[in-house]
Nanobody, 113 residues
Framework: EVQIVESGGGLVQPGDSLRLSCRVSELNFGSYGMNWVRQAPGKGPEWVSYVTTGGITYYTDSVKGRFTISRDNAQNTVSLQMNNVKPEDAAVYYC???????WGQGTQVTVSS
């Protein structure tokens, strides 16, 4: 059974930094591009970032220049470095393999001054 465990969320102030991590097991991790998707209260899921199997990265416009996605195929992990966090970044963040078939529990990011 594929397991996805996100971590690193928490309460931060605007302008702070946060690093989210995700560990994937029971999946041929190196063969999957990986997404970060977020969902704010009362809203639908929003795609945030994607990293290909080869490390090419993509970002939604609202996080470009602030967020950095990376992956470690040896550790089966993907990370999201969030800098200059804004109130609109508050959401539950999910690490999702390319096919969107498998989802973890997510990690909550709260932004409040």
């Amino acid at each position: 059974e594929v397991q996805i465990v996100e971590s690193g969320g928490g309460l931060v102030q605007p302008g702070d930094s946060l690093r989210l991590s995700c560990r994937v097991s029971e999946l041929n991790f190196g063969s999957y591009g990986m997404n970060w998707v977020r969902q704010a209260p009362g809203k639908g899921p929003e795609w945030v970032s994607y990293v290909t199997t080869g490390g090419i990265t993509y970002y939604t416009d609202s996080v470009k220049g602030r967020f950095t996605i990376s992956r470690d195929n040896a550790q089966n992990t993907v990370s999201l470095q969030m800098n200059n966090v804004k109130p609109e970044d508050a959401a539950v963040y999910y690490c999702v393999p390319r096919t969107y078939r498998y989802w973890g529990q997510g990690t909550q990011v709260t932004v409040s001054s």
